[in-house]
């Protein structure tokens, strides 16, 4: 069950160990007494700070000319495990990138070489608590049977380096560690150290019961401040801790930042934001360390670089805090940390070249500068005295009366900002790069300096707000299938759907899409802009946790592969339904606002997805929507005139423009279709007399919906042309993207992307909505990191990573305040 924050039935991992690599901070332990060398178990929760092209080791033993060692490395950003013994090699690479600052990783290493049959049986690799099988190129070297690893007598362990022949490596792990389990002689699979959260879906630590440890096994909870290495297994295996501090301030490595999330009966416990390496400017991006806690500039060139955090916020969402103090400060005002408006954070100027949050007057952001003023963008006002090296300063955010104060070693300097206010606001810091600069962050993932004023709060998971929905699956997901050519059920959802958009992966077939207002019987294709089709053979149902499909080729092709992304709305018990609830008409609904009329409605408000049927009338007019709030991204298709497009609605575009789901066609300006009117809380206006969207007696089908935090979010981003591309911030962790290029027509066609077609990063499979085109194999040219707080685009591709504007629909795996890194 999900318990109550601060349940002492939850198992709480109370701290992390920060590994700073600049300060080669590592943990050793001197064995004299072999280990088992052909069974053990390696478990461990991961937050990875520096992401990118380097060498980390993580978990190793030492190397002496001529012997033999083991080791378990951040390769590139990929797992690998690496060992040499008499019997010869082992290696063995996952194809994951782990490119997540954001949240936390489980780790598990299971090894067992006594096992007979399949290699891979004997190596296994769980994140977590899935068991990797994607494993990198095809030339990995799995154990032999009885082969032994090089857990021998004599030679010391290593945690976050390795040690060759007495020197220590530089190559040192970056980031936080927790919970480290190291089982001799026993091989364990990853449910003995974690388990699904029934009601998030997310994996979560739980107590380690399993008994013996072994000979040279330990347990590392990193809770006692004297001794960092001590092990609580009871065998006494205690490391030597090396380079780490626990002194209070900015170089504390003993940090509260946590892959569990709990009331301490302080300012709460859980995953921590902090310095984002995946946000940040295109040019001379600000160096981060410290756990992505400082950053700092290297003082040549004459623009601003800036840096954003992992943790947004949301107007009304409650009171953060959150300290920095400068440990270099140059120049008069080449510094400023405050908030950015999320929006601004990842978009660019049309040339593309990044926009300066922090630093000038375009976009928006509120900021302290370190020459005493205070800055809406470019704009300055005085504020206060210059700021020094010897002071901490508090920021307090108050986004329910959308304020910004700014405090001195405890001591408020006055209100700075009465009306910050935006979707989403981000801590971030802005440097001028002709002057060097280090700035420290504490979020409070160690002991803040000064108490927080009264009602604000630390920034982290367990203080951001609960999402109406825990567990997006309830509502959306996706399902994959390998068809039979005869009537087949598929089952797994957590919902019955209402409506079920089905596209075959291997071979050309058009886009099949159903919903429970129309009828099972009823068709229509999203590449095309055919007239709605009559069949009873290609789907059969909508079914308690699934669908059942028939015998036609565009769903069920004997031996083909299918992909199906499910919706859940308002159900289907009657003509109109509203929340589970059926009506015999439109008006016992409540779907009584607008001129047309409604004729069938599947209306979801919790999850502000509505399915609305209705009559054209001739004149402009409009439906209603039976949502809460106004619908941002909707879809409408004329069902009984041919050669009448899938128009589009896409808040970020606006409704003086539309784009058509079936073609590769950019946003174009017209009344003609939304009649230039925005969507109400109750309404969405049709223009009158055009056959695609409103003409007298014709049949119109749209789809609606808006955002809803951790569920799903409609937004715009501009491409950066850049390798490092833009990070869409969407509060959740995606399970499916929709990506259209909103300016250019020339290869902008409707990206659609899925975790369960992309299982890991980088996602690199996609279809295409406006055409028949089988699924668009793996690629370095068309690579996607989903993320546990939203995507990044990760190659330069016209589809979505150019010099131009892009809308998305992102639809949500796990709210970010439950999600693990992905």
């Not at 006692?224 to 001590?230: F, V, Y």
Request: aromatic share 14%; hydrophobic share 30%; charged share 15%.
């Amino acid at each position: 069950m999900l318990l109550a924050a601060g349940s002492l039935d939850e198992y709480l991992v109370a701290n992390s160990l920060r590994f700073n690599d600049d300060d080669t901070a590592h943990l050793v332990k001197a064995t004299s007494a072999a280990g088992d060398q052909k069974t053990f178990t390696v478990s461990f929760w991961m937050k990875k700070c520096k992401v990118g092209n380097v060498y980390q080791y993580i978990f190793t033993t030492e190397y002496a000319s001529g012997s033999y060692y083991f080791q378990i490395t951040s390769n590139s950003d990929q797992l690998q495990v690496y060992n040499t013994s008499s019997s010869g090699s082992v290696n063995v690479k996952l194809a994951n990138v782990f490119k997540d600052p954001a949240a936390w990783y489980h780790i598990v290493l299971k090894v067992d070489t006594t096992q007979g049959g399949d290699e891979s049986n004997r190596l296994k690799f769980y994140v977590n608590g899935v068991h990797q099988t994607n494993y990198q190129g095809s030339d990995h070297d799995f154990p032999a049977q009885n082969y032994n690893f090089a857990m021998l007598a004599n030679k010391d362990r290593l945690i976050g380096t390795a040690d060759f022949n007495g020197t220590i490596s530089s190559s040192c792990f970056d980031g936080m560690l927790a919970e480290f389990h190291y089982i001799d002689g026993t091989a364990l699979d990853a449910s003995d150290f974690g388990e699904t959260n029934e009601d998030t879906g997310q994996w979560v630590p739980i107590e380690y019961t399993g008994g013996s440890y072994g000979t040279n096994g330990f347990h590392l909870k990193f809770d006692n401040t004297s001794d960092l290495g001590e092990d609580s297994s009871g065998n006494n295996n205690d490391f030597t801790a090396t380079n780490f501090s626990t002194t209070a301030g900015a170089g504390n490595d003993l940090l509260a930042d946590s892959p569990s999330t709990y009331d301490d009966s302080g300012n709460g416990v859980g995953n921590y934001c902090t310095l984002s390496p995946t946000l940040r400017s295109d040019n001379h991006p600000p160096t981060l360390s410290n756990g992505n806690l400082t950053a700092a500039t290297n003082g040549s060139g004459a623009e601003w670089t800036n840096c954003g955090s992992t943790i947004s916020v949301a107007d009304d969402t409650g009171k953060y805090y959150w300290e920095v103090e400068f440990s270099v400060m140059n120049g008069t005002y080449e510094a400023r940390f405050g908030v950015a408006a999320k929006e601004y954070m990842f978009n660019r100027d049309t040339s593309g070249t990044g926009l300066p949050w922090l630093g000038s007057a375009t976009g928006t952001s509120w900021s302290l500068s370190i020459d005493g003023n205070s800055y809406t963008g470019g704009n300055s006002t005085s504020y206060t005295s210059a700021l020094s090296t010897s002071d901490v300063y508090g920021v307090a955010l108050d986004t329910d009366n959308h304020t910004l104060t700014y405090y001195k070693n405890g001591v408020s300097l006055g209100q700075a900002y009465s009306s910050v206010s935006s979707s989403t606001l981000t801590p971030a810091i802005g440097f001028h790069i002709n002057a060097q600069n280090t700035a420290h962050f504490n979020f409070g993932q160690r002991a803040f300096a000064y108490t927080p004023p009264t009602g604000y709060k630390a920034l982290n998971s367990y203080n951001l707000p609960d999402p109406t929905i825990a567990d997006p699956s309830e509502y959306f997901d996706t399902k994959l299938y390998t068809g039979t050519g005869s009537d087949q059920a598929i089952t797994g959802l957590e919902f019955e759907p209402d409506l079920v958009w089905i596209k075959t992966r291997n071979e050309d077939e058009n886009h099949f899409i159903v919903d429970s207002v129309r009828g099972v019987a009823n068709q229509l294709y999203a590449n095309l802009y055919d007239t709605q089709y009559t069949n009873v053979n290609r789907f059969k149902s909508f079914d308690t946790t699934g669908f059942t499909v028939g015998t036609t080729d565009d769903t069920n092709e004997s031996d083909n592969t299918f992909v199906a992304w499910c919706w859940k709305a308002g159900g289907s018990s009657n003509t109109y339904n509203v929340d589970g609830v059926g009506y015999a008409s439109a008006a016992l609904a409540g779907l009584t606002a607008g001129t047309l009329t409604i004729s069938g409605a599947s209306v979801g408000t919790n999850q502000g997805f509505s399915i609305i049927k209705y009559v054209g009338s001739g004149s402009n007019s409009l439906f209603p929507h039976g949502l809460t709030q106004a619908p941002d991204f909707y879809i409408i298709k004329c069902l009984d005139v041919g050669a009448e497009h899938w128009r589009v609605y896409h808040k970020s575009i606006g409704a003086e423009k539309y784009l058509t789901l079936n073609t590769l066609a950019a946003a174009v300006d017209s009344n003609t279709i939304f009649d230039d009117t925005e969507p109400t809380s109750t309404t969405a206006s049709v223009y009158a007399g055009y056959d695609g969207v409103n003409n007298t007696g014709r049949n119109y089908i749209a789809y609606l919906w808006h955002d809803v935090p951790g569920l799903q979010k409609f937004g715009y981003y501009r491409g950066s042309a850049t390798e490092d591309g833009p990070h869409i911030w969407c509060g959740f962790r995606p399970a499916f993207i929709i990506i259209k290029r909103s300016e250019y027509t020339y290869d902008a066609g409707w990206i659609l992307q899925d975790s369960k077609r992309g299982t890991y990063n980088p996602v690199d499979t996609y279809i295409y909505a406006d055409t028949d085109d089988d699924e668009a194999g793996a690629s370095t040219s068309n690579r996607v990191d989903f993320l546990s707080n939203g995507f990044k685009l990760r190659t330069v591709q016209n589809k979505w990573n150019a010099n131009y504007d892009y809308v998305y629909a992102a639809f949500a795996e796990a709210p970010f305040k439950y999600s693990n890194a992905r």
